[in-house]
């Protein structure tokens, strides 16, 4: 049986590799195809967490001390509330069939040293609002007691820039009333109800979705179910994704961009497994997939290449791993016609003597199984990193140019894996800094006219 190699030594090999990784794609954040897939990455639904929250926020309503959020006054919240009222055509109507409850509005309401609208403005930025900043506003609190509900409905916008939800619920105890979320015909519930840990600490529940969400409160069966819900409203677009002009530049603050997408993969990642179904839809995809098709119909553009929003640790990327929209996307470019390939990727960056940035660039990493030269394992690779090539021996027969550009959106899936920090002097010269990041590509091409008509 052989004797795998010690993982300090593959460290080494490994190390060596990296060394010799250079040049390569140049990285593209912007234009209309990063624009898409970031379109095709946002999560429709995000559950926010809430371990940190202030529990002994005290809340006020109408002047008169209300309890916290902790231990909220249900006699006074019940008292100052009202029945609450819905939208049908352009008439306000109500209708206790359709929906029984109550609310007390925002301007009512105060809730000292809350930081859950700052907390909720990040999560919902990373995977919600690609690229735009958000702001939540507190708009009012929901009441339903025993045998209230709202059936099937989509929140009306409060105003230009509203374009989602968020609910977060206090801290009382109830039974059904059931949240429920539904899209592209997917139906998921939600569980609102405040946790407890190993440590009996509260963690309270919120989730936040896009305003044309359909969206219902089951019957509550016993108890009372109050929570706060806020508007968010989008604030700073940046330039519109939807126009190739406008992103033609890339950004000229970009020193951390990389830094920037890992951090937003890290927050993404614990929506991803739940998530999956709710992630993209088929207008999405085929936006994608006419982009990839009218690039590749321009003169001198043979392959186009672009990061992958999950992580994949494999040594090969195979399409039975792919997951969520990389999945769907996949599936679409191949039922399109198109030859696709999956590939490790190396990003990198340098600074300059100076310490500022230098380009940012993309490799598609060999296949290790496919490109091992050393006739003895044991030894690794050469030390001078003469097999660190990072193209993979069945990439070498595609045929034409390989892609010049490699598409970053800001939601993919990136990991850190080397890092030396840009020193300003080492005796008589700078260190210069650099970074690289692991993920994965989808590369592109129009199938070769025989395997068409084979």
Same mark, same amino acid.
């Given at each position: 049986?052989?004797?795998?190699?010690?993982?300090?030594?593959?460290?080494?090999?490994?190390?060596?590799?990296?060394?010799?990784?250079?040049?390569?794609?140049?990285?593209?954040?912007?234009?209309?195809?990063?624009?898409?897939?970031?379109?095709?990455?946002?999560?429709?639904?995000?559950?926010?967490?809430?371990?940190?929250?202030?529990?002994?926020?005290?809340?006020?309503?109408?002047?008169?001390?209300?309890?916290?959020?902790?231990?909220?006054?249900?006699?006074?919240?019940?008292?100052?509330?009202?029945?609450?009222?819905?939208?049908? *055509?352009?008439? &306000? =109507?109500? %209708?206790?069939?359709?929906?029984?409850? @109550? #609310?007390?509005?925002?301007?009512?309401?105060?809730? $000292?040293?809350?930081?859950?609208?700052?907390?909720?403005?990040?999560?919902?930025?990373?995977?919600?609002?690609?690229?735009?900043?958000?702001?939540?506003?507190?708009?009012?609190?929901?009441?339903?007691?025993?045998?209230?509900?709202?059936?099937?409905?989509?929140?009306?916008?409060?105003?230009?820039?509203?374009?989602?939800?968020?609910?977060?619920?206090?801290?009382?105890?109830?039974?059904?009333?059931?949240?429920?979320?539904?899209?592209? *015909?997917?139906? &998921? =519930?939600? %569980?609102?109800?405040?946790?407890?840990? @190993? #440590?009996?600490?509260?963690?309270?529940?919120?989730? $936040?979705?896009?305003?044309?969400?359909?969206?219902?409160?089951?019957?509550?069966?016993?108890?009372?179910?109050?929570?706060?819900?806020?508007?968010?409203?989008?604030?700073?677009?940046?330039?519109?994704?939807?126009?190739?002009?406008?992103?033609?530049?890339?950004?000229?603050?970009?020193?951390?961009?990389?830094?920037?997408?890992?951090?937003?993969?890290?927050?993404?990642?614990?929506?991803?497994?739940?998530?999956?179904?709710?992630?993209?839809?088929?207008?999405? =995809?085929?936006?994608?997939?006419?982009?990839?098709?009218?690039?590749?119909?321009?003169?001198?553009?043979?392959?186009?290449?672009?990061?992958?929003?999950?992580?994949?640790?494999?040594?090969?990327?195979?399409?039975?791993?792919?997951?969520?929209?990389?999945?769907?996307?996949?599936?679409?470019?191949?039922?399109?016609?198109?030859?696709?390939?999956?590939?490790?990727?190396?990003?990198?960056?340098?600074?300059?003597?100076?310490?500022?940035?230098?380009?940012?660039?993309?490799?598609?990493?060999?296949?290790?199984?496919?490109?091992?030269?050393?006739?003895?394992?044991?030894?690794?690779?050469?030390?001078?990193?003469?097999?660190?090539?990072?193209?993979?021996?069945?990439?070498?027969?595609?045929?034409?140019?390989?892609?010049?550009?490699?598409?970053?959106?800001?939601?993919?899936?990136?990991?850190?894996?080397?890092?030396?920090?840009?020193?300003?002097?080492?005796?008589?010269?700078?260190?210069?800094?650099?970074?690289?990041?692991?993920?994965?590509?989808?590369?592109?091409?129009?199938?070769?006219?025989?395997?068409?008509?084979?």
């Amino acid at each position: 049986m052989a004797i795998p190699e010690h993982e300090l030594l593959t460290f080494k090999r490994v190390e060596r590799l990296l060394d010799h990784v250079n040049g390569g794609m140049t990285v593209k954040s912007t234009g209309p195809l990063a624009g898409a897939l970031g379109q095709l990455g946002c999560f429709s639904y995000t559950k926010i967490p809430c371990e940190l929250y202030n529990l002994e926020s005290a809340i006020s309503i109408a002047g008169k001390p209300a309890g916290t959020l902790e231990k909220p006054d249900v006699s006074l919240i019940l008292q100052e509330s009202t029945a609450s009222s819905f939208g049908r *055509g352009e008439t &306000t =109507v109500l %209708d206790p069939t359709y929906r029984n409850g @109550k #609310e007390i509005p925002a301007e009512n309401i105060v809730i $000292a040293n809350q930081y859950f609208p700052e907390v909720a403005e990040d999560e919902i930025s990373a995977t919600m609002f690609l690229g735009k900043t958000v702001k939540v506003k507190l708009y009012k609190l929901a009441v339903y007691e025993e045998g209230g509900h709202f059936d099937w409905h989509m929140d009306s916008t409060h105003s230009d820039q509203h374009h989602a939800t968020v609910l977060l619920a206090l801290n009382t105890s109830w039974e059904g009333g059931n949240f429920k979320l539904r899209r592209n *015909g997917v139906e &998921t =519930v939600v %569980d609102m109800h405040p946790e407890v840990d @190993k #440590e009996e600490n509260i963690n309270f529940q919120a989730c $936040a979705f896009y305003t044309d969400t359909e969206h219902k409160v089951e019957p509550v069966t016993k108890g009372i179910r109050i929570v706060l819900q806020y508007d968010v409203e989008v604030v700073g677009w940046g330039a519109n994704v939807e126009d190739g002009d406008a992103q033609d530049e890339e950004p000229d603050d970009i020193d951390d961009f990389f830094d920037q997408i890992e951090n937003i993969s890290v927050k993404r990642r614990r929506y991803q497994e739940s998530l999956g179904a709710l992630i993209a839809n088929d207008e999405l =995809v085929t936006k994608v997939v006419d982009i990839i098709k009218s690039l590749l119909a321009d003169d001198g553009t043979e392959e186009v290449a672009f990061a992958m929003q999950h992580l994949y640790r494999k040594n090969s990327i195979l399409p039975e791993f792919l997951k969520g929209a990389d999945a769907l996307l996949h599936r679409a470019l191949v039922s399109a016609s198109f030859d696709v390939t999956l590939r490790p990727v190396v990003l990198h960056m340098t600074t300059d003597w100076d310490g500022s940035s230098g380009p940012y660039m993309a490799v598609r990493w060999k296949d290790k199984k496919k490109t091992s030269s050393n006739p003895n394992p044991e030894s690794g690779s050469s030390d001078d990193g003469s097999n660190a090539d990072s193209e993979s021996e069945d990439d070498e027969d595609v045929g034409g140019a390989r892609a010049e550009v490699f598409h970053l959106p800001k939601f993919s899936a990136i990991k850190q894996i080397s890092c030396k920090e840009y020193i300003q002097h080492t005796g008589n010269e700078a260190q210069p800094g650099e970074r690289k990041y692991f993920g994965g590509g989808m590369f592109v091409r129009q199938k070769k006219k025989e395997e068409e008509h084979s």
